[in-house]
């Protein structure tokens, strides 16, 4: 196994690791290696209060405390730069990162890139001309609709310390809102079995503008762009800005880019075609 590729995956807000499990069989399957990384706080780190479970105590939950509490853009760069140190020493890297890991990775390789052979985006963040939350206030973005969820969200951020939505709630208006921004092409039971695989708190740092790609350091990264072209959460729009203005920072190493037919989380649970695609990479 010396000398051959690792495939580094970052999960996005609210997700763990467990997400990545199909894609690590598929991955596995056409002989490659993978390592999905747990974030600070999240996985087996996470925190579910009893009053999440069933019967539900929402106001209970509102002002329980949580793990993740605390932890920063800077601990979640650490955690996956211990991983690629120690990857690395078997092969080259390739640090997959999707949804809200992609504001992670930009930051690993802001700071180490020497530890990445090539950076794949999957429908993620890459801040480059703006924070991600100024990415909201902008055109692509205007179908997205930030209050869609504010029925779930529990508690008050900043008591807590964090960001607790329920993902376990059984209102229909706000079960609809969320397949339509996530996972619009799964089946309702597909769709809710991911949903249950969220874990209720994230937290709040995401990052701010020297955390956005720098030319010096993750421009020097071969990189590659998954576009979701089915994606409600992260349009293709806003996909597209973002691989534009990286490019633009870098013309020298622009993105590779690539599109998969799928919402935001549909290559996760039919993980086939994004398997084949990313074992394509690994070839080069």
Sequence with gaps: MHNTPTFVLVHGAFANSFSFAPLQAE?????????AIDLPGHGFEATY?????APQDLAA??????GIKGVTLADNVARVIEVLERAKRTGPTLLVAHSRG???????????????????????????????SGYYAQPEM????????????????????????NFRTADPTALAAFKQAFAADLTDDEFRTFLNTFQPDENLDAGTSADRAQAATWGRVPRTYVRLTDDASV???????M??????????????????????????????PAAELLASLATR
């Design 27 to 35: 991955l596995a399957l056409l002989g490659h290696r993978s390592a």
């Design 142 to 165: 205007a179908d997205v609709d930030p209050m869609a969820f504010a029925s779930t969200l529990v508690g008050n951020p900043a008591e807590l310390g964090l960001l607790r939505t």
């Design 61 to 66: 939950l509102a002002a329980e405390p949580g």
């Design 102 to 132: 992609g504001i992670t990775a930009t930051a690993v390789a802001n700071a180490r890139p020497e530890l990445v052979d090539r950076l794949v985006y999957v429908a993620a963040w890459c801040p480059v001309e703006l924070d991600v």
């Design 49 to 53: 209060p009893a009053a999440y479970q």
């Design 243 to 272: 691989i534009r203005e990286a490019d633009a920072l870098t013309p020298d190493n622009p993105f590779d880019v690539r599109s998969l037919e799928s919402s935001h989380l549909r290559w996760l649970v039919h993980p086939g």
């Design 235 to 241: 349009p293709p729009a806003v996909q597209d800005r």
